[in-house]
């Protein structure tokens, strides 16, 4: 009973039992008042337990509520006022049997008791289990005269178990999947679903089951996250499972040929390609092994690609294969069929013999599969022959044969009413689809001697004794055997040593040595075959020196030489005539044996220089061969004119026929020129100087006219070339030039030239790194380098050239030089007869280019003597 005063609490505790008098206070000493009470209620309490000995099970809760399968441990405490006097505790399982301590060095047992510090007992249970369940008694004995008990009643449940929930999981496409989520749990769990953090409801699509998630018609956007919610209301227990959905795609095929074709012993390759989800893998069995081409010698194979590869085929590896893609989500496979090319060999063709006119034929025989086809063609040609009768040439029919089944084929090839000219060698070539192959073989046509390729052959001739070659050579197959006749007899059975006979056939040599003049005369040669026999007769004939020059005429006079035109002898078949010849002296000198002489090769200029002016002389002329030189005859006398200016200079430059009335020269360049010409004949006196005039100029309706203001005249000595500079570009210019001496001047040489186009009508682009001029400055700067180097290595080598000419020009005077006019002059002077000789020699040769003089024995050009 509570009395309650204004302004205290009175508190009494006797024997354990608390009296709270006071009055009513005041509402802030509320708080303390109750303090007061609890404290004296928990010491009334612990009197109380002092004068009570109990066994107190901790935790406290009389009912433990555990899941199956977790650890447990329950202590067991007595509180005594002499805990020395507490005895035999233990503890007694549901089924009231003692629980035993840990047993030592033995496995533990799934139930067992163990003392802690402060005489405690603590019962150990290792995993709780269903049977476990019950109630469990703690035990023990106070001053041997009073039991102790306490209990606790162990109640189990089976907390949530994911029994079959994967966390990834492989729906395939198309088809209806279940995503499975079983739990186990007591008492029974709900289970609902989330996609992506979303409730899933069932429906049309989704169907939530007991052991898993429904998804009818997978697609590849079925691809997620989902979540399986377990619940137990009773428990309060609540567990996620989070499951990644991927959808896999069925393996496909997508390319693989129905037929495959290798060709035998080279390398081969084919791919089987597949889709699906995971990327399927891909295997190769040949199907009448049932092996796995992978583990096969020569064979490979990419799992993931499906490239099948062979390093060398086989005829054995002909057969039906099939390719498998395999994935997580189902295997497919296709077969395809391999055909092995077996590339055509040629295993036979003989060379054959025919004659002519006769049909022959050669055959070529080959292997492979598929059958080759065979044809032939010529050697050294392209043209291949076209099955059945040519075109071209109906006497050559090809014939083929095929057998499949045996991989063989035949051609042949047959030419009726052969010919010489069909002699030779043929090549089959034998292809199919694997290759080709070739193989080359000979049609001989025999025929019976034959000597026309000797028909035009002129006679042999010799002279003084000389041995002569009659050399006969005998087309024939097979070869031919000769014998030699001379007057209708063996010329092997006269055992004429003067007639020797070398080698018996195809070709056969008759030495003759004609000591008498009856051994030049006709000689038989004769050929025989099996297949007939020819004749050809050689002449052996005497040969003279040539017959008298038929006519020399005067071409062109000047004061110093004479140009002739020579016919030579009447043509006959003979040897050739090796050079011409002349003698020449003053009218005035009886004497011959004094003249001078000059040789020329016969396609030379037959010039004689070295004249004095208004001088006759007499000429007479001669032609050589090998035996020796001619008859003189065309005696004649001719006068050289008197002295007189120079010939007209030639100029060195070779026109552009441009101009429809005139010749023009093109300069190199716009502003400059350089004049080159030849050295003029002097007529007598030396020339001293050139005189070099040019001005520019235009055409108009034809007519040339001159700008006389702008003339330029120039005198030069000793040289034959001169540069005209500051000249205007894209102009006309008309140039004359003449040659001086102490008599006057030549006529006038004149030629057009004109300049390119200058620079200054050249648009320069901006931005140039160089500009036009340079550019062609050092073009032109590479050009006259080349020409110099060039220039150099023929005046080194063959002294010609510029440099040559500069080199001789130091040594000789402008009348000396004479090296276009006059075609290779190398004489110093003019041919004059010494003191105490009786005539001077020379020799002139023409190469085509250049006319070569040389003093000496009279040889002509390409002499064989």
């Known amino acids: 009973m509570e009395k309650w005063n204004s302004g205290s609490c009175i ?35 612990l009197t109380q337990a002092e004068l009570k000995p109990t066994l107190e099970i901790y935790p406290m809760q009389e009912v433990q509520r555990k899941p199956v399968g977790k650890p447990l441990i329950l202590t067991c405490r007595p509180t005594v006022p002499e805990p020395a006097l507490v005895a035999d505790l233990q503890w007694k399982d549901n089924l009231n049997n003692t629980i035993l301590p840990k047993p030592t060095g033995r496995n533990q047992p799934p139930m067992y008791t163990e003392t802690l510090p402060g005489e405690s007992l603590a019962l150990m249970i290792t995993s709780l289990s269903v049977e476990m369940g019950g109630k469990y008694y703690c035990t023990a004995s106070y001053a041997n005269t009073e039991i102790l008990e306490t209990s606790v009643t162990i109640k189990t449940y089976v907390a949530i178990t994911w029994t079959n929930a994967p966390e990834n999981q492989y729906p395939i496409l198309g088809e209806d999947y279940v995503v499975k989520c079983e739990v186990k ?34 697609q590849e956007t079925d691809d997620g996250i989902y979540t399986c919610r377990a619940a137990v209301i009773e428990t309060g227990e609540l567990l996620e499972r989070t499951i990644r959905v991927e959808v896999y795609i069925s393996p496909v095929i997508t390319h693989l040929p129905t037929t495959l074709e290798a060709v035998e012993g080279k390398p081969f390759a084919a791919n089987c390609t597949a889709t699906g989800k995971p990327v399927p893998e891909i295997s190769w069995i040949k199907d009448a092994a049932q092996q796995n081409v992978a583990t096969a010698d020569r064979f490979q194979v990419n799992p993931q690609t499906g490239l099948l590869t062979v390093n060398s085929v086989s005829q054995d590896d002909y057969g039906t ?13 296709q077969k395809t069929k391999l055909n092995v090319l077996v590339r055509p060999s040629i295993y036979e063709l003989y060379n054959v013999t025919g004659e002519s006119k006769k049909e022959v034929a050669i055959t070529c025989r080959s292997k492979g599969r598929p059958a080759p086809a065979i044809t032939f063609r010529r050697w050294g040609t392209e043209e291949e022959y076209a099955p059945g009768i040519q075109d071209d040439d109906d006497r050559i029919v090809l014939e083929t ?69 009659l050399s006969c050579l005998a087309m024939g197959i097979p070869n031919a055997t000769i014998e030699w006749r001379w007057n209708g007899r063996n010329i092997k059975d006269l055992y004429d040593t003067n007639l020797q006979i070398v080698g018996t056939g195809p070709r056969s040599d008759l030495i003759v040595h004609p000591v008498t003049r009856q051994y030049y005369s006709a000689y038989k040669c004769i050929a025989t075959n099996i297949h007939g026999f020819a004749e050809h007769d050689m002449q052996l004939k005497e040969a003279r020196v040539p017959d008298f020059v038929s006519a ?25 005539i090796l050079a011409f010849s002349v003698q020449y002296k003053e009218a005035l000198n009886p004497d011959w044996s004094t003249a001078l002489n000059r040789s020329w090769s016969p396609d030379s200029p037959y010039i004689v220089e070295g004249l004095r002016p208004q001088t006759l002389y007499s000429f007479r002329f001669a032609a050589r061969n090998q035996v020796g030189l001619g008859n003189w005859g065309v005696n004649q006398q001719q006068s050289t004119p ?181 075609l290779g002059r190398d004489e110093k002077e003019p041919l004059r007869t010494p003191t105490g000789s009786i005539k001077q020699n020379s020799t002139i040769e023409f190469d085509g280019r250049f006319v070569h003089s040389r003093s000496g024995e009279i040889i002509g050009k390409n002499s064989a003597v």
Not at 17 to 38: G, M, R
Not at 193 to 217: A, C, E, F, M, S
Not at 405 to 426: F, V
């Open 321 to 333: 294969y099939t390719c498998i893609a395999k994935n997580a989500a189902g295997v497919v496979d």
């Open 642 to 822: 008197r002295r007189s200016a120079p010939e007209e200079p030639k100029p060195l430059h070779s026109p552009v026929q441009n101009d429809k009335e005139e010749p023009v020269v093109v300069s190199a360049y716009s502003d400059h020129f350089e004049l080159r010409w030849g050295v003029p004949a002097d007529n007598g006196e030396p020339i001293d100087s050139y005189q070099i005039k040019y001005c520019p100029g235009n055409k108009m309706a034809g007519t040339w006219t001159e700008l006389e203001n702008r003339c330029h005249t120039v005198d030069v000595v000793e040289t034959t070339s001169y540069e005209m500079t500051n000249l205007n570009g894209n102009t006309y210019y008309r140039i004359e030039l003449k040659a001086h001496n102490a008599i006057g001047y030549s006529s006038p040489a004149s030629i057009i030239m004109k300049t390119t186009r200058g620079v200054d009508v050249i648009q320069v682009a901006e931005r140039q790194v160089l500009s036009s001029a340079a550019i062609v400055g050092i073009a032109v700067g590479g050009v006259l380098l080349l020409l110099f180097i060039v220039d150099l290595l023929c005046c080194i080598t063959v002294h010609m050239g510029v440099m040559a000419t500069m080199c001789r020009k130091a040594k000789r005077s402008p009348s000396e030089i004479d090296d276009e006019a006059k």
């Open 401 to 469: 044969y095929y057998n499949e089944e045996r991989g063989e084929s035949s051609g042949t090839l047959r030419i009726a009413r052969s010919q010489r000219s069909d002699d030779g060698l043929y090549q089959c070539i034998a292809r199919n689809k694997g290759d080709t192959a070739y193989k080359t073989g000979h049609i001989t046509v025999q025929f019976a001697p034959d000597f026309t390729h000797m028909k035009e052959l002129p006679p042999v001739f010799s002279w003084e004794q000389r041995k002569a070659n």
């Open 552 to 576: 020399a005429v005067p071409r062109q006079l000047t004061a110093t030489t004479i140009t002739w035109d020579i016919r030579g002898p009447p043509t006959e078949l003979g040897l050739p």
């Open 11 to 45: 508190n009494i505790c006797q024997d354990g039992v608390s009296t709270f008098t006071h009055s009513h206070p005041h509402p802030s000493l509320l708080p303390f008042c109750w303090e007061k009470k609890l404290a004296c209620w928990l010491i009334s309490e």
């Open 185 to 218: 749990a007591d008492p029974n769990p709900t289970i609902d679903w989330l996609r992506n953090g979303d409730p899933i409801r069932t429906g049309d699509k989704y169907v939530v089951q007991t052991h898993g998630l429904l998804i009818r018609d997978v």
